[in-house]
């Protein structure tokens, strides 16, 4: 509940991104902050916040693998036209180590399969540039592939709502 009693809204959302290479509002939730992203290839990173620990005090596994897809997803949106709608559709993570401490990296790389799938890879590292998670996901642009309902700040890719 809100502080005035009301249930949050559920859905559906229409929000203002700042451009269209930019961190939705999940995204800024878990801290994300996109470092490079150009020509089919992305180096996102997100600090390991008391926020992200699971029971035994380790960055829980959906937070890594929240950057290796946002680290995908950031390499597909250097590709494609802006307000391309395109979505995961599989995925496969491999854990490697687990993470302690430090500042996570992600560093991705995309290439189209197809009229419209898109094959993705991201290796997340830990502070001491040991891999800690390998990550391999298949991505589809939608027939009706125009985003409705996000507007972006950028001026040369403004959306009606």
Not at 94 to 119: C, F, H, W
Request: glycine share 6%; aromatic share 6%; proline share 7%.
């Amino acid at each position: 509940m809100h502080p005035d009693g009301t249930p949050p809204r559920t859905g559906p959302h229409r929000f203002k991104m700042e451009q269209w290479i930019s961190c939705a509002p999940f995204e800024k939730l878990l801290h994300i902050d996109i470092v490079e992203a150009a020509d089919g290839r992305a180096l996102l990173q997100m600090p390991f916040l008391l926020d992200f620990a699971q029971g035994a005090g380790l960055m829980h596994g959906g937070a890594l693998v929240s950057l290796a897809d946002t680290a995908v997803v950031m390499a597909i949106k250097s590709i494609v036209p802006p307000q391309t709608h395109f979505a995961t559709v599989a995925m496969t993570t491999k854990y490697r180590r687990p993470v302690k401490e430090g500042i996570i990296k992600a560093r991705a790389q995309v290439a189209a399969v197809g009229d419209r799938m898109l094959e993705g890879q991201a290796k997340v590292y830990d502070h001491l540039e040991r891999p800690v998670l390998d990550f391999d996901a298949t991505f589809k642009i939608a027939r009706n592939a125009h985003i409705r309902g996000i507007s972006f700040s950028d001026a040369a890719v403004q959306t009606e709502p």
